[in-house]
């Protein structure tokens, strides 16, 4: 096997591979782990978790706790300590899995490599032949074209670390999961935020009352939510940025980050010497149980713009080496996902959308169930959010879940298990959950749903 990238999708499928007694050799440029790893999910995350951290200090007051120390009452970010934190976690995070994966007798070539043919990878002077080939090259962040990120004032996502400090007033463009994410996450830890929109509300491909929620909070906790506003340029004017919208209207502001996208990284690999084929914007075209094009090259991750997903791209990895190796393999199922926003509060959610409901695609019986009434909930004072409950009219079998909480990248967990267990809302409902505890609106929201009755038509 020969694996061209090392991020979730290349070293997932090498671990696999080895298992199965394949000799796997990883060729990757950048470090094992990834663009996962080193600078989008893994350093993102960091950052949020220290952001978090910040909320939950404002707070303190409504618990009764009083922060006040002598003349200095407000809690500091040391901004080079922060990002050092997210640097050296990411390094060390990069360099477990190198380690892992070495000791399982994966040869690792730290090098650029480009397909020479459907069999062969070349990096570093030296020709790997395999008899599979997996591409999982990832993605990288888009520009526009007026808005040249020059990594200090005017940044891609991958770029903030690197900043002497935080931004005072930063310009977020894009209002999708990345931009929602860092703009949620700035915004706790002190910066004004503006975020640009081009949609009617923000994160406009999620949940639409998970959005609104989100919405609401942001604009409550004081960030500038530009809707229906999309960005043309952005240039750096003095000791800070300015951002012309297309209406003409400018947005000023000490940094601009752009999250408006992330584009394959499938130029100069070699696709065509393998014959493998990419669609019209550039992505690697796979099945669904990773097959290429050409026989015998699998792809998996960003590369193949399936879902821009840690957790899809090692899945896509995995059952490329399972196929490839002759095991049995579930193709991948993407109405099983789960996936979250790691804003505050976060949105997760698994199955079916509210939209296919909504659009009649699929029939179900949906229940909201308010954060606010769940007495852990207001122990900890939160109340935006809510548990969603998608249902099959008849059956009761559980099609799909969003739930608006704190950490509800951990509450999904139950509804993402009953879909892929085939449980009914009834044996969810009848699971116990702990008093109290934000999970225990998980049950009840099942216990909601049962409500309408066993026989109840949509
Ligand atoms: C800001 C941000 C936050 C994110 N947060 C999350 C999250 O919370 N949860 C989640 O599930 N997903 C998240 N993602 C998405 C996640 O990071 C990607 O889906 C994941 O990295 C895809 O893995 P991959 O293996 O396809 O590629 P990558 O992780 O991008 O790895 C590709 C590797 O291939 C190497 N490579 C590329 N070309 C070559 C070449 N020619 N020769 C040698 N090596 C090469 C690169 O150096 C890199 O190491 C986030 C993305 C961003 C941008």
């Not at 696999?16 to 999910?41: I, P």
């Not at 120390?69 to 990069?94: C, E, F, M, T, W």
């Not at 080496?321 to 698994?350: C, K, Y």
């Amino acid at each position: 096997m020969a694996i061209l990238g090392g991020g979730p999708g290349g070293y997932e499928a090498a671990l696999v591979a080895t298992q199965l007694g394949a000799e796997v050799t990883v060729v990757d440029e950048d470090g094992l782990g990834g663009a996962c790893v080193l600078t989008d999910c893994v350093p993102s995350k960091t950052l949020i978790e220290s952001s978090t951290a910040m909320t939950s200090l404002g707070r303190s007051a409504s618990l009764g706790l009083q922060l006040e120390n002598g003349d200095n009452p407000v809690v500091d970010v040391d901004a080079p300590a922060l990002y050092a934190r997210i640097k050296a976690l990411a390094a060390a995070q990069s360099n477990d899995i190198a380690e892992r994966v070495e000791a399982e007798g994966v040869r690792i070539i730290q090098a650029r490599g480009s397909l020479t043919g459907p069999h062969t990878i070349e990096a570093a002077g030296t020709a790997v032949h395999a008899d599979v080939v997996l591409i999982a090259t990832g993605a990288f962040p888009r520009v526009l074209p007026g808005a040249v990120p020059d990594g200090e004032r005017i940044l891609t996502c991958r770029q903030v670390y690197d900043l002497d400090d935080l931004p005072e007033e930063l310009i977020v463009v894009g209002s999708g999961v990345t931009g929602a994410e860092f703009a949620s996450a700035y915004q706790a830890l002190g910066t004004q935020v503006t975020l640009v929109s081009s949609r009617e509300r923000v994160l406009p491909h999620e949940d639409k009352d998970a959005a609104v929620v989100i919405e609401g909070v942001f604009r409550r906790r004081g960030m500038n939510v530009l809707g229906r506003s999309r960005a043309e340029s952005v240039h750096r004017k003095g000791d800070g940025v300015v951002v012309t919208l297309t209406d003409g209207r400018t947005v000023t502001g000490s940094h601009c980050l752009l999250t408006v996208g992330m584009v394959p990284s499938t130029t100069s690999i070699g696709c065509e010497r393998a014959s493998v084929n990419l669609d019209r914007r550039g992505f690697v075209d796979v099945d669904r149980v990773s097959r290429t094009s050409a026989p015998g090259v699998y792809a998996a991750g960003d590369c193949t713009g399936v879902l821009m997903l840690a957790s899809v791209a090692a899945m896509q990895g995995r059952i490329a080496m399972w196929h490839a190796l002759g095991e049995a393999v579930q193709p991948l199922r993407l109405s099983h996902v789960a996936s979250t926003i790691f804003t505050d509060p976060e949105i997760a959610s698994v199955g079916v959308s509210q939209a296919a409901v909504d659009r009649g695609e699929v029939a179900a019986r949906v229940v909201k169930q308010p954060l606010a009434t769940n007495p852990r909930a207001k122990m900890g004072g939160f109340r935006d959010g809510f548990v969603k409950i998608f249902a099959r009219p008849g059956t009761g079998l559980v099609l799909g879940g969003v739930v608006v909480a704190p950490r509800a990248s951990e509450l999904i967990l139950p509804i993402s298990l009953a879909i892929e267990q085939n449980l009914s809302v009834d044996q969810l409902a009848h699971t116990f959950s702990v008093y109290p505890s934000l999970s225990g609106s998980v049950t009840e929201a099942a216990r909601t749903v049962m409500e309408f009755g066993p026989d109840a038509i949509l």
